[in-house]
């Protein structure tokens, strides 16, 4: 909302997208290690400091180097972008805050992972509160660039102080809970694992990240910040949704016989909570974006509504998701998200020049929806098969 008020929508737009790819280079820089993170801490025990120093590593390590790919051919890419290698400086600027951003990302499953998820909000906290300060304080120095500034100086600010507490507090406080007969994950079955997840991770990411730099490639600057403030509202749906989900990967490996019952619950509870939030966005979405300005909820209203809906299905997906997890079937979540990157860049791509980011939108909560469809089929079918009704086959319904 202050960005909104303070910089004109251009600069929104440009700054939201040259965001979101920032997080896109962090998070398939990080090689899908906080989901490591989140898997193995648990039972790493004495190894947890090693897990975590050996992920910090090699996290930073690739992220910097996509960061320089990326800014040798964002022209190719993204040209609305290419002011981030307009000086040395800037360039410098992107890489590092890039950096800390694969560290910020890691922390959040660190924390998780080693019991201490009551932190992860407080880290959250410190985060969201020095970027809403700092964009009112960069507004007038930098009025093209303040928004991706504020962003960038929030990430250190929130970084330095929650990975003292990790490394000093955290990581102690769980090697010495560790049990005798935990014995951490050998390294080629973390590898094994994060190989699989990681496929799934780059095309949640594709999913995600590169929608508002789709849509600054094809309806420009002034529609991308009316989809990205859209979509920042509802991607805190899917967000909550997440972080129930990796709640389920936390607690199941313990207690795997459980699995399904500890799903139906976050199932629950998760619905508790978000359901009441999506009805609000449904039903207000115009008055919920003039918060913004007039110009957002005239442009993006409806894009809210598909959006807010999508938080549904996208929660039953996150489930299933999160249970082949628990059970090391990487086949299962990438057949999950690999289809979901693929179906909604194809249809946003299509939709956008015909419904603009409404139809983005649309394309988004087709896919979820899509997805889910066959997910719940495909339950009901090994349903029925364990329960000895054989589906007949299509020669036998003919018959029939």
């Known amino acids: 909302m202050l960005a909104a008020h303070?910089?004109?929508s251009t600069v929104v737009g440009v700054n939201s997208a040259a965001i979101y790819a920032m997080t896109f280079l962090a998070g398939i820089g990080q090689l899908n290690l906080m989901s490591a993170m989140v898997r193995f801490i648990p039972t790493a025990g004495k190894s947890t400091l090693r897990l975590v120093t050996s992920a910090y590593l090699v996290g930073v390590a690739v992220t910097g180097l996509f960061c320089v790919v990326f800014l040798l051919t964002v022209g190719f890419w993204s040209p609305g972008l290419i002011f981030l290698r307009s000086t040395p400086a800037l360039a410098g600027l992107f890489i590092l805050s890039t950096m800390a951003w694969c560290i910020f990302v890691l922390e959040d499953s660190v924390l998780t992972g080693s019991g201490e998820a009551v932190w992860v909000p407080v880290s959250n906290l410190i985060f969201g509160v020095s970027k809403l300060v700092l964009i009112l304080v960069f507004a007038g120095p930098f009025?093209?660039?303040g928004i991706l500034l504020s962003w960038t100086a929030a990430i250190t600010v929130a970084v330095v102080p929650t990975s003292f507490y990790?490394?000093?507090?955290?990581i102690p406080r769980h090697t010495r809970a560790a049990k005798a007969e935990e014995a951490p994950a050998a390294a080629v079955q973390i590898v094994r694992y994060v190989a699989g997840d990681y496929v799934a991770s780059l095309c949640w990411l594709g999913a995600t990240a590169l929608l508002p730099v789709l849509v600054l490639n094809n309806a420009g600057a002034e529609a991308t910040a009316a989809f990205s403030l859209a979509w920042v509202i509802a991607?805190?749906?899917f967000?909550?949704?997440?972080?129930?989900?990796?709640?389920l990967i936390v607690e199941a490996p313990g207690n795997r016989s459980q699995l399904s019952t500890y799903g139906q619950k976050v199932l629950r509870h998760t619905l508790v909570l978000i359901s009441p939030v999506v009805a609000i966005?449904?039903?207000?979405?115009?008055?919920?974006?003039?918060?913004?300005?007039?110009?957002?909820?005239?442009?993006?209203?409806?894009?809210l509504r598909l959006l807010a809906l999508s938080a549904i299905p996208h929660l039953i997906n996150?489930?299933?998701?999160?249970?082949?997890?628990?059970?090391?079937?990487?086949?299962?979540?990438?057949?999950?998200?690999?289809?979901a990157l693929v179906l909604v860049i194809t249809l946003s791509l299509l939709l956008v020049h015909v419904a603009g980011i409404t139809g983005v939108a649309f394309a988004w909560l087709i896919t979820q929806t899509v997805i889910t469809t066959a997910l719940l089929t495909g339950q009901l079918r090994r349903r029925r098969v364990r329960s000895g009704h054989r589906l007949p086959s299509d020669r036998e319904a003919e018959a029939q």
């Open 235 to 237: 991607f805190s749906l």
């Open 281 to 303: 966005l449904v039903l207000a979405a115009p008055w919920v974006l003039r918060i913004f300005g007039q110009s957002y909820a005239d442009q993006g209203s409806s894009a």
């Open 239 to 247: 967000s909550v949704n997440a972080g129930m989900g990796s709640s």
């Open 166 to 170: 990790i490394f000093r507090r955290a």
């Open 143 to 145: 009025p093209r660039a």
């Open 318 to 339: 996150t489930i299933y998701a999160s249970r082949a997890r628990v059970q090391r079937r990487m086949n299962r979540v990438i057949g999950i998200y690999g289809p």
């Open 6 to 8: 303070r910089y004109p």
